[in-house]
């Protein structure tokens, strides 16, 4: 663990006992995933930081490691953004709001906000990865002087998949951030005003100083190395890159040992680490 970054407490009562949170708002994202806005039992406040994540339990259906989606400073509500993959998200897709779910958490370690202040942000997201990223970038938006520039890119496989693009038009037009975005493809008669390609390919005509440059890469595993390739060229060493790793989790507190990288153990750990950090464990990347 970083010691600069000590992760909040859990909020949650026990390591092991969920607590029954209200779901208050649901709404579309993609036809494929939802945004559920949550309110813990008497509007206690989670306690997370960006880059923490809960575990999410329905009766029946087991438990998933969620990324918590929004700021700290929402106060009394927080949000989760839920692909559908299987069992457990599959029927939370079909809850509504007024109805319940067990939340354990926040665990694992935050984004290293002590580290990154004064820096100017560099935050590459791909597809759902930009769920866990919009928790640091509303969090930039609540306390602009703590960071410089900060600079977004966000890629997504088409236009349709593309999460929070409201909010996306909105970044794009604040003068806090440089915001870009791109799809892998367009189909015919579709509406949008992105770039088409890869988010690697927005990166070489950035104009970076790697001395005061720090990268926040989450996203799908396969653009990792990519990515990491691309910041290389612009100078930026393995000491102020940052990334957010997923592995299959049961028990979300370093207990099963499911979600192990060499001696790490993901969910304590990390889920965020600097990629000095784990660039040489086999199967990190
Ligand atoms: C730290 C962390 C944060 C996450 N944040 C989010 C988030 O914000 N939003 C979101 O939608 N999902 C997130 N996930 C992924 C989510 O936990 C998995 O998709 C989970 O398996 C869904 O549970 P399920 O019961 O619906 O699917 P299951 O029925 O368990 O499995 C569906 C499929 O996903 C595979 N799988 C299970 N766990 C993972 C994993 N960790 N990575 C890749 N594949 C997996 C299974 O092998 C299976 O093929 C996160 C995972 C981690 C580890
Ligand atoms: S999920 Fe059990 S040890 Fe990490």
Redesign the pocket.
């Known amino acids: 663990m970083n010691p600069s970054t000590p992760p909040a407490e859990p909020r949650t009562p026990s390591l092991y006992l969920p607590v029954e949170c209200e779901i208050v708002a649901v709404s579309d994202l993609t036809p494929n995933?939802k945004l559920f806005r949550l309110r813990l039992p008497g509007g206690a406040v989670l306690g997370h930081l960006p880059g923490q994540?809960v575990q999410v339990s329905l009766l029946g259906?087991?438990e998933?490691?969620?990324?918590v989606?929004s700021s700290p400073g929402r106060g009394a509500f927080f949000e989760?953004?839920?692909?559908?993959?299987?069992?457990?998200?599959?029927a939370?897709h079909r809850l509504k709001s007024g109805e319940r779910v067990g939340i354990r958490g926040p665990y694992?370690r935050p984004f290293d906000l002590a580290r990154m202040a004064g820096q100017e942000l560099l935050l590459i997201s791909g597809g759902?990865g930009l769920?866990?990223m919009r928790s640091l970038i509303q969090y930039c938006e609540e306390h602009p002087e703590e960071f410089g520039r900060v600079t977004m890119l966000h890629g997504a496989r088409s236009p349709a998949e593309m999460l929070f693009r409201d909010e996306l038009d909105a970044w794009e037009a604040s003068a806090r951030f440089a915001c870009s975005r791109t799809v892998d493809r367009v189909t015919d008669g579709e509406r949008y005003n992105g770039g088409v390609g890869l988010v690697t390919a927005l990166i070489p005509p950035l104009e970076l100083d790697p001395a005061r440059t720090v990268a926040v890469i989450v996203g799908p595993p396969v653009m990792y190395r990519a990515v990491i390739a691309e910041l290389r060229k612009k100078g930026l060493g393995p000491e102020r890159i940052v990334v957010?790793l997923?592995?299959?989790?049961r028990c979300g507190v370093g207990k099963c040992g499911h979600?192990t990288i060499e001696h790490l153990y993901?969910?304590q750990d990390?889920?965020v680490f600097w990629l000095d950090e784990i660039e040489h464990m086999r199967g990190a990347l």
């Open positions: 995933e994540f259906w087991e998933a490691p969620i990324s989606a989760l953004g839920v692909r559908r993959a299987g069992r457990l998200t599959d939370m694992g759902c769920a866990p957010s997923e592995r299959q989790m979600c993901c969910c990390g889920p």
